[in-house]
């Protein structure tokens, strides 16, 4: 820019030496002096529109120097929380791996008991089969004992071989103090297995060999469940009415009560014989 002044100087300079020197009109001299005032003015303008356009690439330089350093700054911080997240995935797989080991070691110490308990259970059902056999009179094994071994198959759900046990307990003491039990229970295992003409039977063996026995009034109960299971609604509710009435203060009473409550009976109004 400061070549093209300096040679627009030089034009001025030459026109004034050839105003002196040459020979021409006066006119030429002025238009040659205007053609060289608008190339100045052009010269200006170039001039200006270069000043400006180097303001916008600055402030735009400036902007970019801004946006990168910004950049710069997020992705500083993105680095240290990726480094953060892998130091803190690295703790928790080191803590997953602890618990992996712990539950090794529980895993491994209940198989332990487990085994014991087998082994123990083992070992129960060995004293149990030696006790099923019910023994003949004379015998050194108590009635007890006997009672508590077919009493664990019922526990455990064997259905089938409490009654057989149960059964022959019955036939070889009948007169014994678990006799009302184990009536009563044989009555439940067969009511657990759907034969509820037979838990029947049973319950009714109970209530009348054993009137006042403690597994009486649950004797009741159980035949009104049985009863229903066979449609024989009515004589269930008989049966409610009696257990209401022989043991009043019950817990099966009670349950019997509020049970003929909810189908509009009222028992303290009804009188039934056993």
Not at 48 to 74: G, P, T
Not at 251 to 266: C, N, W
């Amino acid at each position: 820019m400061r070549e093209i002044q300096s040679y627009v100087s030089f034009i001025f300079v030459l026109l004034g030496s050839l105003s002196w020197g040459l020979a021409g009109t006066e006119e030429e001299i002025q238009r040659l002096q205007s053609d060289v005032l608008q190339l100045q003015n052009q010269i200006r303008l170039l001039q200006k529109s270069l000043d400006d356009n180097s303001a916008v690439l600055k402030s735009l330089l400036e902007q970019v120097n801004d946006q990168i350093a910004i950049a710069n700054v997020h992705m500083k911080t993105l680095a240290e929380g990726i480094q953060a997240q892998r130091v803190e995935q690295g703790d928790s797989l080191a803590k997953v791996r602890q618990e992996i080991q712990s539950l090794s070691i529980k895993w491994d110490d209940t198989n332990t008991r487990i085994a014991a308990v087998q082994q123990k259970l083992q070992s129960n059902q060995l004293q149990i089969q030696s006790l099923r056999q019910i023994p003949s009179a004379g015998s050194a094994i108590e009635p007890d004992q006997v009672y508590s071994s077919v009493y664990n198959d019922y526990l455990m759900g064997n259905y089938e071989l409490a009654i057989a046990g149960f059964r022959d307990f019955l036939v070889n003491f009948p007169d014994n103090e678990y006799s009302d039990n184990a009536s009563y229970y044989l009555g439940v295992c067969y009511h657990e297995m759907g034969s509820y003409e037979q838990a029947i039977e049973a319950f009714d063996q109970v209530i009348n060999l054993f009137p006042k026995a403690d597994k009486t009034p649950p004797a009741y109960y159980k035949k009104v469940a049985a009863l229903e299971q066979l449609q024989q609604n009515l004589e269930a509710i008989e049966t409610r009415i009696k257990l209401t009435t022989i043991f009043p203060d019950s817990q099966e009473a009670i349950l019997a009560r509020h049970e003929l409550e909810e189908r509009g009976i009222d028992a303290s109004q009804l009188k039934t014989g056993r």
